[in-house]
Structure formats: structure tokens, C-alpha cells
T-cell receptor, first 113, second 117 residues
Framework: EAGVTQSPTHLIKTRGQQVTLRCSPI?????VYWYQQALGLGLQFLLW???????NRGNFPPRFSGRQFPNYSSELNVNALELEDSALYLC????????????FGDGTRLSIL | GQQLNQSPQSMFIQEGEDVSMNCTSS?????WLWYKQDPGEGPVLLIA?????ELTSNGRLTAQFGITRKDSFLNISASIPSDVGIYFC?????????????????FGTGTLLAVQP
């Protein structure tokens, strides 16, 4: 069974640009979560999507947004990139919204110059 | 952002030694999870705990969900070189009864484990 897959693996952008990151959940998983892992700040919750709806978002500005598609894959969009957006962006998926644990992909490393 | 207190911050041990790390929170959780992250990879789930007082093992790993619901520990017995990595605890609340912020994982600050052969 394939795990959570994310693309691209690495990305370099400049300040002010926009970026789209992609995530495919484990087959059968309907919930997708996005986390940011920035140096010195640890893993921080960004967004949670389930059945195509945004269920919860973390303490991030509105320029961080996303969506979930009917096949449960998801995109994370970041507009007006800032230097502090440099981080590893991790996607996780789980079965529904119950007690099942979240399983992570290997992330997209975003570097802002 | 919110992070749980995890200790120790780092450990440098000899192969074969036992390891213990713990995680504390100021608020309660109804799920505790432990993950391991290797360089360049995402966190990999090690153990999930769902009930206060629960003690669960996965091979050489043992974790417990604290009775107060505010803490958890992870033990690794007879460490081997491939145990090297960063270990994270994570707490989670599911269901609308837990402050409305459901399902998101609150992570600990991480424990870096180095094992010398």
C-alpha cells in the first residue's frame, strides 16, 4: 500500500511569489492535514480537510490556504511568500475524523530566497 | 505556536542501553502519539495511545498514557544504531467536546537520540 505522497520534494522561490504544494493521501483515507516544520519552531498545525471541507485551521495568516479534491488529494497554497515561510511542509492523512492516527508523507522542502 | 514540553532535548548513548523520554502538557488530551523522524523524511508513527493509564508496546518500544491525561513517556530498550533520529510526542483531542479544535496534533519539542555502536 502506498503511503502519503507529496510533490514536489524541493522548491525554491523568492519573496512575494506564490507556491502550490500537493498531497495524495493513503488510499481509503478521507482526512488530510497540513503541518509546517520550520527550524526552531517545531511542527505546527496548518490546516485540516475532510470530505472536501476545511474543518480547522491553525494560527497562520490567510495567505495560507488550500483545498481538498473529490479524490481526497489536497493542495496547499501560499501567497506572497515571506522569508520565514522557509520550512518543511508535511502532509498527513487519516481514516475519517475518528481516533485513527495520522500518517505523514516525507514533505516538501520550501526555501525562500 | 503551541508545543508540548518534551525531555530530554537530546541523548547520546551507547548501543544496548535503555532510553526514556517524556512529554508533558498543561492541558489534557484524549490521544497521545509517538513519532520518529529521520533526516529528510516525514515522521513515522511508532505508538498510539487512546486511554489514560494505557501501556502499549511495539517491539523494543513501550509507551504509556499518563493517568492525568497530561503526560506520556516512551521507553526504548536495548538501543541499536538504527534508533538514531528525532522522537516526537504528539497530543490530540477528537470530537467537538474538546474546545472545538479537533483532530489537530500538538507536537512536543522533540528528543534527538544518538546511539554509538
Amino acid at each position: 500500500e502506498a503511503g502519503v505522497t507529496q510533490s514536489p520534494t524541493h522548491l525554491i522561490k523568492t519573496r512575494g511569489q506564490q507556491v502550490t504544494l500537493r498531497c495524495s493521501p493513503i488510499s481509503g483515507h478521507t482526512s488530510v492535514y497540513w503541518y509546517q516544520q520550520a527550524l526552531g519552531l517545531g511542527l505546527q498545525f496548518l490546516l485540516w480537510y475532510d470530505e472536501g471541507e476545511e474543518r480547522n485551521r491553525g494560527n497562520f495568516p490567510p495567505r495560507f490556504s488550500g483545498r481538498q479534491f473529490p479524490n481526497y488529494s489536497s493542495e496547499l497554497n501560499v501567497n506572497a511568500l515571506e522569508l520565514e515561510d522557509s520550512a518543511l511542509y508535511l502532509c498527513a492523512s487519516s481514516v475519517g475524523t475518528g481516533l485513527q492516527p495520522q500518517h505523514f508523507g516525507d514533505g516538501t522542502r520550501l526555501s525562500i530566497l | 505556536g503551541q508545543q508540548l514540553n518534551q525531555s530530554p532535548q537530546s541523548m547520546f548513548i551507547q548501543e544496548g542501553e535503555d532510553v526514556s523520554m517524556n512529554c508533558t502538557s498543561s492541558s489534557i488530551f484524549n490521544t497521545w502519539l509517538w513519532y520518529k523522524q529521520d533526516p529528510g523524511e516525514g515522521p513515522v508513527l511508532l505508538i498510539a495511545l487512546y486511554k489514560a493509564g494505557e501501556l502499549t508496546s511495539n517491539g523494543r518500544l513501550t509507551a504509556q498514557f499518563g493517568i492525568t491525561r497530561k503526560d506520556s513517556f516512551l521507553n526504548i530498550s536495548a538501543s541499536i544504531p538504527s534508533d538514531v533520529g528525532i522522537y516526537f510526542c504528539a497530543g490530540r483531542n477528537t470530537g467537538v467536546n474538546y474546545g472545538g479544535a479537533t483532530n489537530k496534533l500538538i507536537f512536543g519539542t522533540g528528543t534527538l537520540l544518538a546511539v554509538q555502536p
